[in-house]
């Protein structure tokens, strides 16, 4: 065995402590890393039919003979860590046990982060109405009362819709969010599984960092 010691290199010869259960203790900033190499950068995406920032991002298809499915893919030369997804549902009348003003949906969307290292992690295997959406969004943001409550007036045209924000820190406790690799086949996944052509508005961002 040999033994360790690290100390902090500025010459207070602060050591590091060993806890009971091997653990170190580290303190949490309020801020970025002020000597990192690589800064940061913001990141916003469309959640589109290829992957990429250049495809359709109108969600409103026909998925119920043939699965479709919108994501935001890794790219070649930097990491992406998405951090939330705003979803927009509108459509005129849309109350929360339909989905927009269809009747609640027979497959679903489903929700998945799918990685080259661990395969298809299938988050929400299917949202079927307006509610399932926010609910799988924490209820927020939470606005309204009553039958009003979670949905906007006029988000396209006269149609109201509902507008939820998927938190990947506030709902799994992920700091920055799902990690989408560089150079790999990573992607974050809704999968249309009906037809949804019937709506007035179904789209998704994704927001975050790019390092």
Sequence with gaps: MVKTILIDGHGSNNKIKINGEGEMGVVVHPHPPIDEVLAPLPFR????????????????????????????????????????IAVVIADAGAVLNEFGNISALTNGVEFSYITQSQGNLVIHEGLKTNFDFVQLGLGQPSFGTGSGSFRANNIIGNSEGFIPVIDFTATFGLQWGLRLTKGTTDKICFVIKDNVTGVDRFDAVGYGIQI
Aim: hydrophobic share 30%; proline share 2%.
């Design 45 to 84: 995406q469309y959640m589109t039919d290829t992957g990429a920032p250049s495809g359709d991002n109108d969600m409103k298809v026909n998925g119920s003979s043939s699965s479709v499915e919108f994501c935001i893919s890794a790219r070649s030369d930097i990491d992406i860590y998405i951090k939330s």
